[in-house]
Structures are given as structure tokens and as C-alpha cells.
């Protein structure tokens, strides 16, 4: 059989990027409105790619952090789809754009399965696949009167437009138990026992395809994606890609280049698979 490609009808850039387009259009016609005022999501064309390099129709795949509920797409390429959030918010938005698949094509009822709580206390759940882009340490936390995750002297600009992105991201982050809500610290020991958690569910043969973005801290780069790669290969997974795609970055991040501030322009998508 002949071995994939990734994304093979899309360009990449000089430094070997992938380049894909804003999904607007795809998620107005799948998704509820709501998913498209959230300003964390994944981008779809991506997200398609990766299902279609990974996976096989009639495999089961699961997003452990499921968000606005993104993955439900691939219930549309043959594929059965699991989403698990801690948020209740998020969950019911999920069931609403979930109403709208069924809407346009009924067979779909028992192909997307949603799951409210925990991941840590839900898996280990056998599946083929797990798809998903973890939330990043304390982005929930609310540091000053004027924004997410960043001081006053961050927010030379329009405040108004920080306090209405963070009052979008604290709506969903009501939970106690929520990841994004911990310290750098209790988030790297949590997500360590989430990818070992992932291990346990994925079937021999199965992937984990892990989107994350490194971030800039007073002045230097913090490699997220170095920490990930590192800790799935001590936990038994094996390498099998790691891509980079030029992301457009979220609004905060949009806010802080226009600001002058140095921001990280590429987003990793890593691949391991289960012996």
C-alpha cells in the first residue's frame, strides 16, 4: 500500500510551513454560530489533514479537549467521532452543532458520541486515534482587570477589546477541575498523567496527533512542543511526524504583534503512534 501524504494539496512556505486558509466558511456551514465566536479554535482544513493521514473510515477518534467540538467533521469523512470537555458550556454547544450535523444527515445520531467531565477521570477510552490541541498553562486566569493571562503593562491598547476576549474564554472555564486553570507547575504533572491516560485508550497501531503552539515569556521562547515530544516518548508512544503550519495566531496574540511585541508564528502538529 502506498504510504501517505500529509496535506498534499496544500503549499507550504520557504521554511516549510504548511499554509492553510482561514475556515470561516467550513464552520458557518457545519458548526453552530456560537463555535465561531470562540477565539480558541482549530483550524478545520488542518484538523481534516491530519484525520485523513492518521485514520481510516470506520475508525473510532476521539478529541480529549473536544472545545467547540471541531472533530465532528470527520463523522462526515466515514469516521466515528468522541469528544470529552470538562465545561459544560462547552458541552452544550457541542450538542448544538452535533443537532445540526444530524439535521443534515440522520445516520450520524450514533457516530458522534459526547462526554461531559474530566478526561482524567473518563479515560482510559479504547479508541484508534486521539486528535487534539491541549489548553496552555493558567489561560483561564483572569491577572489583571483588563485582559487573560497578561499584566496591565501588557495592555497598551484597546482595553475594551482584551476585556471582551477574556470575558469569551472565562465563560468556558467555570470548572475547578479545568487544566487551563492551573500553574505552570500542577499543569505539566496533570498533563503528564493525561498522556499517559492517552496511551491506555489509544489501540495498539493507534495515534496521537497533538497540535500545540510555543509561546514567548519575557523575552525568551518556552517550548511546549519540545516538553510534549519528550514525555509521549517516555510514556511509550513512538515518533512517527512533526509537522509546523503558519498559524494566523488567536485574537490575543493578533493584538500583542500589532502592539510590537515578538509572538511565535508557527504551530506544531506532532504525531506518535502505540507500538
Known sequence: MTAKVFAPDYATNKDGWYLFPPDAKMREEYFDHEAMEHPAKFNLHMMMEIVKYVSEPG??????????????????????????????????????????????????????????????????????????????????????????????????????????????????????????????????????????????SILPGGTLSVVIKDHIRDGERVYFSKWVWQRCLAYGFEPMNWFKWKAPGSPFLQIKRAQGFETVGDEDIMIFRRP
Open 59 to 200: 475508525e473510532v477518534l476521539m478529541d480529549i479537549f473536544g472545545g467547540t467540538g471541531s472533530l465532528m467533521l470527520a463523522a462526515n469523512l466515514g469516521r466515528y467521532v468522541t469528544l470529552l470537555d470538562i465545561e459544560d458550556a462547552y458541552t452544550k454547544l457541542q450538542q448544538k452543532s452535533k443537532d445540526k450535523f444530524v439535521a443534515a444527515d440522520p445516520s450520524l445520531e450514533h457516530v458522534i458520541t459526547l462526554a461531559a467531565g474530566s478526561n482524567l477521570k473518563l479515560m482510559p477510552i479504547p479508541c484508534h486515534h486521539i486528535i487534539t490541541s491541549p489548553p496552555y498553562a493558567g489561560i483561564m486566569k483572569r491577572k489583571s482587570k483588563t485582559g487573560i493571562g497578561f499584566t496591565d503593562a501588557d495592555m497598551a491598547g484597546d482595553t475594551t477589546l482584551w476585556r471582551a476576549l477574556g470575558d469569551k474564554l472565562l465563560q468556558y472555564s467555570k470548572s475547578p477541575d479545568n487544566i487551563g486553570n492551573l500553574n505552570e507547575f500542577y499543569y505539566a504533572q496533570t498533563m503528564e498523567r493525561v498522556y499517559k491516560k492517552c496511551f491506555a
